[in-house]
């Protein structure tokens, strides 16, 4: 086969056999378009002959035909739905290939430039990327969409801290991004390198360029773990650890179960983070499996942050506090960890005081370390960028501040929410539906009401789930008789341990908008 690639999502080609099927399918084509009417040669393969074999190679079909001589705009938008509802890369095929080309111009899906075109684009196909995407494309499954995003695993990342408490396995948390990527959607598996918000498009990592009609951006936020000198090499061994990683939340789990007494330090680096309740929460746990062990009486437990409160919404902090003294915690606010010794098993502190700033050293027989968080750089150097390097938007339509065919959420925007998943998904069907009146050329007609929730598991079986806004003003989802979310309660346990993971592989990633339908402008409370 001789093929002609148009873009990383879309190729074309002359007549295909049956046999060259699974020679397409191990190229890497997930999907074949044929554009030649049936009969237009006596030698020619029928379409179905074609679709045959593609199905048993496990690729989607399209049959789209098309008259070389009469190619109308019918078939322009045929052909477009059907390159918006395969899986990509796509392979189109025709008697010379030239048919199929001219279609996928006609059709918007790039340009003799090179330059690919689509209705809605995402950066990023993490939580935030995949579930706007599908709730988009359950609102309006013809538009022509495309994800991209580098990485073939996804990761439901708020289990990490049930799998550094081994009440998980890592493998739980873990599943092949293409079978979570919607129906309708593109997969460009690639890095955004720049934005031109100027000219309407993205940059990839290989200098490809991509036009949208509305962006989405999302590719979340970026852990610094050089920006502590040492910490980097001694992830994983002299006892360092972190539930930031997938590869490290096994570790933790181990060092947890051998620690036999000692000092124990636990750190928090300045704002912003992600899950701003995962560094104490990793330290309860641990505590309590301590305390039953019989282990805690033996043990210095130390929480280092670099704030000021132990939570920043204060209507939770008085039930952390029974916890903090129930494991007898030393808490260090205003202590930032700048350095780690793995070899020497010291971790360096920047404190306070009244001369200035002091650095101060601590031993420790195990350290669990939640690294400094940024903005990813091509963000942060971006026309997108906010004086904080994330991307700038309105707190409440998450509209970009200057470019109304931008949207941003999770990790990666620019509003003083709690970065959680719990944001993301309630986040996801808001940006869904204003980006899809901003492509028709409407104002955002939803907004967000700042809502985040950090189920702070306090020991196993209890947990204080805290929702909260904008402003920190609570946001409870059940009503108080069910669940106090200022108390630790074993029904909200429950609810992280067994009910969350499925609403979020079977609920968000679906499209399925279950207790955060967007709340529409003008609409009652």
Same mark, same amino acid.
């Given at each position: 086969?001789?093929?002609?690639?148009?873009?990383?999502?879309?190729?074309?080609?002359?007549?295909?056999?049956?046999?060259?099927?699974?020679?397409?399918?191990?190229?890497?084509?997930?999907?074949?378009?044929?554009?030649?009417?049936?009969?237009?040669?006596?030698?020619?393969?029928?379409?179905?002959?074609?679709?045959?074999?593609?199905?048993?190679?496990?690729?989607?079909?399209?049959?789209?035909?098309?008259?070389?001589?009469?190619?109308?705009?019918?078939?322009?938008?045929?052909?477009?739905?059907?390159?918006?509802?395969?899986?990509?890369?796509?392979?189109?095929?025709?008697?010379?290939?030239?048919?199929?080309?001219?279609?996928?111009?006609?059709?918007?899906?790039?340009?003799?430039?090179?330059?690919?075109?689509?209705?809605?684009?995402?950066?990023?196909?993490?939580?935030?990327?995949?579930?706007?995407?599908?709730?988009?494309?359950?609102?309006?499954?013809?538009?022509?969409?495309?994800?991209?995003?580098?990485?073939?695993?996804?990761?439901?990342?708020?289990?990490?801290?049930? *799998?550094?408490?081994?009440?998980?396995?890592?493998?739980?948390?873990?599943?092949?991004?293409?079978?979570?990527?919607?129906?309708?959607?593109?997969?460009?598996?690639?890095?955004?390198?720049?934005?031109?918000?100027?000219?309407?498009?993205?940059?990839? !990592?290989?200098?490809?360029?991509?036009?949208?009609?509305?962006? *989405?951006?999302?590719?979340?936020?970026?852990?610094?773990?050089?920006?502590?000198?040492?910490?980097?090499?001694?992830?994983?061994?002299?006892?360092?650890?972190?539930?930031?990683?997938?590869?490290?939340?096994?570790?933790?789990?181990?060092?947890?179960?051998?620690?036999?007494?000692?000092?124990?330090?636990?750190?928090?680096?300045?704002?912003?983070?992600?899950?701003?309740?995962?560094?104490?929460?990793?330290?309860?746990?641990?505590?309590?499996?301590?305390?039953?062990?019989?282990?805690?009486?033996?043990?210095?437990?130390?929480?280092?942050?670099?704030?000021?409160?132990?939570?920043?919404?204060?209507?939770?902090?008085?039930?952390?506090?029974?916890?903090?003294?129930?494991?007898?915690?030393?808490?260090?606010?205003?202590?930032?960890?700048?350095?780690? !010794?793995?070899?020497?098993?010291?971790?360096?502190?920047?404190?306070?005081?009244?001369?200035?700033?002091?650095?101060?050293?601590?031993?420790?027989?195990?350290?669990?370390?939640?690294?400094?968080?940024?903005?990813?750089?091509?963000?942060?150097?971006?026309?997108?960028?906010?004086?904080?390097?994330?991307?700038?938007?309105?707190?409440?339509?998450?509209?970009?501040?200057?470019?109304?065919?931008?949207?941003?959420?999770?990790?990666?925007?620019?509003?003083?929410?709690?970065?959680?998943?719990?944001?993301?998904?309630?986040?996801?069907?808001?940006?869904?539906?204003?980006?899809?009146?901003?492509?028709?050329?409407?104002?955002?007609?939803?907004?967000?009401?700042?809502?985040?929730?950090?189920?702070?598991?306090?020991?196993?079986?209890?947990?204080?789930?805290?929702?909260?806004?904008?402003?920190?003003?609570?946001?409870?989802?059940?009503?108080?008789?069910?669940?106090?979310?200022?108390?630790?309660?074993?029904?909200?346990?429950?609810?992280?341990?067994?009910?969350?993971?499925?609403?979020?592989?079977?609920?968000?990633?679906?499209?399925?908008?279950?207790?955060?339908?967007?709340?529409?402008?003008?609409?009652?409370?």
């Amino acid at each position: 086969m001789d093929i002609k690639h148009l873009t990383p999502m879309l190729s074309v080609t002359a007549q295909l056999k049956p046999t060259n099927v699974a020679h397409a399918a191990a190229a890497g084509f997930r999907s074949i378009v044929c554009n030649r009417p049936d009969g237009e040669s006596a030698d020619q393969p029928t379409a179905a002959q074609i679709g045959t074999a593609a199905k048993a190679a496990g690729m989607g079909f399209a049959y789209v035909p098309a008259i070389a001589s009469a190619l109308t705009d019918a078939d322009a938008m045929a052909m477009r739905n059907a390159l918006g509802n395969l899986p990509g890369p796509v392979l189109a095929y025709c008697r010379s290939g030239a048919r199929a080309e001219k279609l996928a111009e006609m059709a918007g899906s790039f340009d003799k430039g090179g330059t690919t075109h689509y209705d809605i684009l995402i950066v990023g196909g993490g939580s935030a990327g995949i579930a706007t995407a599908a709730s988009m494309l359950k609102r309006r499954r013809h538009i022509r969409l495309a994800i991209i995003e580098p990485n073939e695993a996804h990761y439901y990342q708020p289990g990490w801290t049930m *799998v550094g408490a081994g009440v998980f396995d890592s493998g739980f948390t873990k599943r092949a991004q293409a079978a979570l990527i919607p129906h309708g959607a593109e997969w460009i598996k690639a890095s955004a390198s720049a934005f031109l918000p100027d000219e309407k498009q993205v940059i990839l !990592d290989d200098g490809q360029r991509l036009a949208y009609g509305v962006l *989405v951006v999302c590719p979340g936020i970026m852990l610094d773990w050089n920006a502590i000198p040492g910490l980097s090499d001694a992830l994983g061994k002299d006892a360092v650890t972190s539930n930031y990683r997938y590869d490290l939340a096994p570790y933790t789990n181990r060092l947890v179960r051998q620690f036999k007494g000692g000092r124990a330090l636990f750190t928090q680096p300045p704002m912003p983070i992600k899950c701003a309740g995962a560094p104490q929460k990793a330290m309860y746990l641990s505590c309590h499996r301590w305390e039953k062990s019989g282990v805690l009486s033996q043990s210095d437990v130390q929480f280092h942050s670099a704030g000021a409160v132990l939570f920043g919404v204060a209507d939770y902090v008085p039930a952390l506090m029974d916890y903090v003294e129930r494991y007898r915690i030393n808490l260090n606010f205003g202590s930032k960890l700048v350095e780690v !010794d793995g070899p020497a098993k010291t971790a360096i502190f920047e404190q306070a005081d009244g001369d200035g700033v002091k650095r101060v050293a601590e031993r420790f027989d195990m350290i669990h370390v939640v690294p400094p968080q940024v903005a990813p750089d091509f963000i942060r150097t971006s026309p997108l960028a906010s004086a904080s390097g994330f991307v700038e938007v309105d707190d409440a339509t998450l509209q970009h501040a200057r470019y109304p065919d931008i949207f941003a959420l999770g990790d990666a925007c620019s509003t003083s929410n709690a970065k959680t998943m719990a944001a993301a998904r309630k986040q996801a069907p808001v940006v869904a539906v204003n980006a899809l009146a901003a492509l028709d050329g409407q104002a955002p007609v939803a907004i967000y009401d700042g809502y985040g929730s950090c189920p702070l598991t306090v020991e196993a079986g209890k947990i204080v789930l805290a929702e909260f806004g904008y402003g920190g003003n609570l946001m409870p989802s059940f009503p108080n008789w069910l669940i106090d979310g200022t108390r630790p309660s074993r029904l909200s346990w429950l609810l992280k341990d067994t009910i969350l993971p499925p609403v979020y592989w079977h609920g968000m990633l679906k499209g399925r908008e279950w207790m955060v339908k967007p709340h529409m402008i003008g609409a009652q409370a």
